[in-house]
């Protein structure tokens, strides 16, 4: 089993930058599982990013080459690096343990964290 906790969102200026952290524990768990989500009220919670099999990252296209994932294994912790803010980034931000990469996109099939709001201002 794993449990995840995100933290980092905040209220920033467009623009600006912030580092969501998600932090892993449990028995058993790889961090190159992980994945990023977002969700606004009254959409579907949308995929923005995970680690690929074997190598690099992948990004939604709408925050492609300004957010980057990344890991840190002695920390148990994956991390959203946000750069460039706009206002329609404001969302909660979850994390998944567990992303799989399907015919028709990304599927998190793991455990999700409680969310941390992230709000950008214009």
């Known amino acids: 089993q794993v449990q995840v906790v995100e933290s980092g969102g905040g209220l920033v200026q467009a623009g600006g930058s912030l580092r969501l952290s998600c932090a892993a524990s449990?028995?058993?768990?790889?961090?190159?599982?992980f994945g990023w989500y977002r969700q606004v009220p009254g959409r579907l919670r949308e995929f923005i990013a995970t680690f690929k099999d074997g190598a690099g990252a992948a990004y939604a296209g709408s925050v492609k080459g300004r957010f980057t994932i990344s890991r840190d294994n002695a920390k148990n912790t994956v991390y959203l690096q946000m750069n460039s803010l706009k206002p329609e980034d404001t969302a909660v931000y979850y994390c998944n343990s567990d992303v799989r990469e399907g015919l028709l996109g990304y599927h998190p099939v793991g455990a999700w964290g409680q969310g941390t709001q992230v709000t950008v201002s214009s």
């Open positions: 449990g028995t058993t768990f790889r961090l190159n599982a």
